[in-house]
């Protein structure tokens, strides 16, 4: 097989050479008969007689020879693409088009494959990823939790469907003594945590078993990318001492380039050491920022390993009611905690692309079928000349190959720029090791694109043409025929696809913008414009007790309150959008008290004075904390609108009291009283509902990890150097762990939708655009062809507006067809985004409607301009026109 | 005697019997076939080149330039070693083919 084709490859590129040597070979085959008839005593005319009908024509021997040589085809093939090339190059109009259309539509699949590719397709960074999963608890009303240590240990020991499991915990460190005190992302892991996963260090060891007990030295490893930016990437790293939390750790290890936690992480350490800090770990109450990862044993199915880890958790929930009633257990393959909410986004993404590159494959069908009928002649002559159908189909072909080549080149390119520009809407988690970027597979599957749209657009017109080759018209005089009904039914139907498709991808634009607008619209209950928002964390070491803490805060407020743009500010813990969240069950005094895990569980937030104003989260009834609300009163809160409704329905909450925790966990109750209520703040997202919340004074209680949000009377990111001074003035040492306004965490709340959006907006867009052209095309040429007819009609006195008319009734008769196919296609596919959607139902009729108007007027428009050019035609040109 | 046209797809067997005796060229071929058959088989001389195309393509023989017994430059074509083999595929073939028929006419 290959050495046929090698065989054929050499006689094509030695034609020339070859075609001499079959000449001396045929020459002298002739000479030597010539010779044989002559000794034999013929006259030679005689002579030349005998051999012309022994031998043949020579010509067509040469002809024979070479197609047994197998020239022929791949001859023809360069002959084709050349021809192709040629054609292409004459018509730079239609070229144009098409290579445009076709390089927009790859380019904008190949982009969005890429990030389809290193989000969803390209494997994880580890052995076996599909065998690895997370474990958390769960728990009926508050969802997923973390994993409680003595939990974990238990898990580990009673299990039999994993082979091995480990502990993360995810841990933040500020980082100091290199150059600006930092805050970095750490996870405190068990010390088989890398062998499960199955990466080994870069450069060090690994933990041993020994440093999963408390009183462990602490030893730090470094991911890659912190070690080429603070330490140069320099080997003689190991064995160093770094500063965490004010403590040394001795580096023993760098990961790998490739190491990817499903949270950015900058830093592993010991659990050991982690737990030497964080006794109450060993409390099973207790659940901290931490999962376990199980390696599933080989031949385990995960129903089969969530059947027994339930079973474990059931076990452990009777064992330990006080800490575990009504948890149970949640097993997820580690995949679907990277790719998380982005999934289905994407596919919604992928199909309208790939929707768009058939609406540009339908174009193109019709921008070549169209050409195919002004070439119907040259066919009809070629194939009555002895070309087959096949060699036809050939030629045609190689032409749309070579407008899919270079479409699909500049489509690359396009792709290129748009992976860049889409990055910086991606979370970076989700895409497996770099960010989306031209690999192998995304090479791959624009090539496959560009082929497969080029059979796509490029056979129907080939076929279509040598079959009105074949009804030889060399005799009908050029376009006036009115055979060209089939060609015209083709491109109709193409068309009416291209409307149908464009239907569906405007329905899904529709919904989603219908989503966003109601989603911005969401009232979050505060009033994020001119706010700055700083995240601080103290170290425990240099503020020991709450007095330390308490006093840091209030030097801080007060340093910043004086600076002159500063219109407010106040300090808040778990403020909303920020992701933290600290929970805990309440017991309302007098209430009937419910079993374990059925207590209310709020959100509650330690503020300082101002912040309801400062954060504009409304009063509805009571008081705002006042400077009386101090550490040696009674302690009070204020609570929201949530609690109001739910725990004192048909009461004023205000004068009520409650307790933290529960009456059986309280060494002696401490109540707390309501002094008011407030408004519900969206806390976790505006897509999401309220939850319960409360509020207590700064003064009360002293956390040692508080965001503090400043409002100003200019650009609230201008204040951020003076706050930092504010800030060094008071210990020098203490980092901003995060800086952002809280405008921007609005935005990224809707983030992902508002991408969605965009894309869609973009592909709906492109597709109107091209179902636009598409209709235009058909309806202008076959008011070119019926150019004499409307002349006649003219002449026989019809007026313009009812030609008018009869044209545009022609567009939207395949505007409706389009429309109708395309609803209910629609109505079947939009509901597979009901996950992106925001309050809209996937059937919104008003969207429906507004998409129908909308294509409706592209539709007639398209209509409307050839239909007013040929009108405006003299009947007595029309008459004449050819 | 009168001279019989070469039936469906035996010019190759005969070619490449042909060239199992000794290398040869085009003209040579069809003198060799004329003589060993009697003068009975008459290959059409314009089919034997495009049939040794077609076999040097498939790699059963091949071809170099050399010197003719005239001293002209000639294209000489010789039997490769799968050649060899198909030849001996082909022979037993029409050995088949030939017998069965004779069988088949012998009852008549």
Known sequence: MLSDLLFRLRTLFRAKSMDTGLDEELQFHIDRQLEKHLQAGLSPEEARRRLYLEFGGPAQVREECREARGVRPLEALSQDLRYGFRTLRKNPGFTTVALITLALAIGANTAIFSVVYSALLRPLPYTDPDHLIVLNETHPRIGTVSVSYPNYLDWRAQNHVFSEMALVVGVGYNLSGISQPETITGQAVTSNYLSLIGVHPLLGRDFEPSEDKPGATPVVMLTYPLWQSHFGGRRDVLGS??????????????????????????????????????????????????????????????????????????????????????????????????VGDIRPALLVLFAAVMFVLLIACANLANLFLMRAAGRTREIALRIAIGATGGRIIQQMLAESFVVAGFGGALGLGLAVAGMRAMKSFIPAAALSGDAANLNLAVLLFALAAAVLS??????????????????????????????????????????????????????????MMKSVYRLVAVDPGFRPHHLLRLDLGLTSLKYPNDTAIRAFWRQLLDGVRALPEVESAALGTNVPLTNSHSRGDITVEGMPLPAPGSFPHPDRHAVSLGYLRTLGVRLLAGRDFTESDSETVPPVALVNARIARDLFPGQNPVGKRFMSGRPDWARKPEWITIVGVVDDTRMYGLANPSRL????????????????????????????????????????????????????????????RRLTLILLDVFSALALVLAGIGIYGVISYSVAQRTQEIGIRM???????????????????????????????????????????????????ATFALVAVVLTFVALLACYIPARRTLRVDPITALRYE | ??????????????????????????????????????????????????????????????????????????????????????????????KQLTSAVNQVLGES
Request: hydrophobic fraction near 45%; include cysteine; charge should be positive.
């Open chain 1, 241 to 338: 001492n770094i500063s965490l939390d004010g403590r040394g750790f001795t580096v023993i290890a760098v990961l790998p380039p490739g190491f990817r936690a499903v949270e950015t992480v900058s830093v592993l350490a010991p659990l050991g050491v982690w737990l030497t800090k964080n006794s109450y770990a060993f409390e099973r109450g207790n659940r901290g920022d931490t999962v376990a990862i199980g390696r599933i044993t080989n031949g385990v199915t995960l129903a089969q390993a969530r059947a027994e880890m339930v079973a474990i958790a059931a076990r452990l929930a009777a064992a330990y009611p006080e800490a575990n009633n009504q948890f149970g257990i949640s097993l997820q393959p580690i995949r679907e905690l990277f």
């Open chain 1, 454 to 511: 080029a059979i796509a657009f490029g056979l129907a017109p080939a076929m279509q043409s040598i079959r009105a080759g074949v009804h030889s018209r060399l005799k009908e005089s050029g376009k006036s025929t009115t055979s060209g009904v089939r060609q015209n039914r083709w491109r109709t139907t193409l068309v009416v696809a291209e409307l149908a498709l464009s239907v569906i991808l405007l329905a899904g634009a529709g919904l």
């Open chain 1, 693 to 752: 919340e409360i509020y207590r004074p700064l003064a009360q209680v002293a956390p040692d990890e508080m965001d503090l949000i400043v409002k100003s009377r200019i650009d609230p990111t201008s204040l951020t150097s003076s706050i930092r001074s504010v800030l060094a003035s008071i210990d020098r040492n203490q980092p901003i762990t995060s800086i952002s306004t809280m405008d921007q965490l609005v935005q990224d709340s809707v983030g992902s």
């Open chain 1, 795 to 845: 002449a026989l006195g019809a007026a313009r507006p009812d030609i008018m008319k009869m044209i545009l009734l022609q567009g939207a008769r395949i505007a409706a067809a389009g429309l109708i196919i395309g609803t209910i296609a629609a109505f079947a596919l939009t509901r597979y985004m009901q996950k992106l959607l925001f309050s809209v139902s996937p059937e919104d009729p």
């Open chain 2, 1 to 94: 005697m009168s001279r019989i046209d070469l039936p469906q797809g035996t010019l190759d067997l005969l070619i490449l019997r042909t060239l199992s005796l000794a290398p040869q060229h085009g003209w040579g071929i069809s003198e060799r076939v004329q003589q060993m058959s009697r003068e009975v088989l008459c290959i059409q001389q314009g089919s034997l080149y495009p049939a040794l195309h077609r076999l040097e393509r498939r790699g059963w023989i091949k071809a170099r330039w050399g010197k003719s017994e005239n001293n002209r430059r000639a294209r000489y074509y010789e039997l490769t070693k799968t050649g060899r083999k198909q030849l001996e595929t082909e022979t037993g073939l029409w």
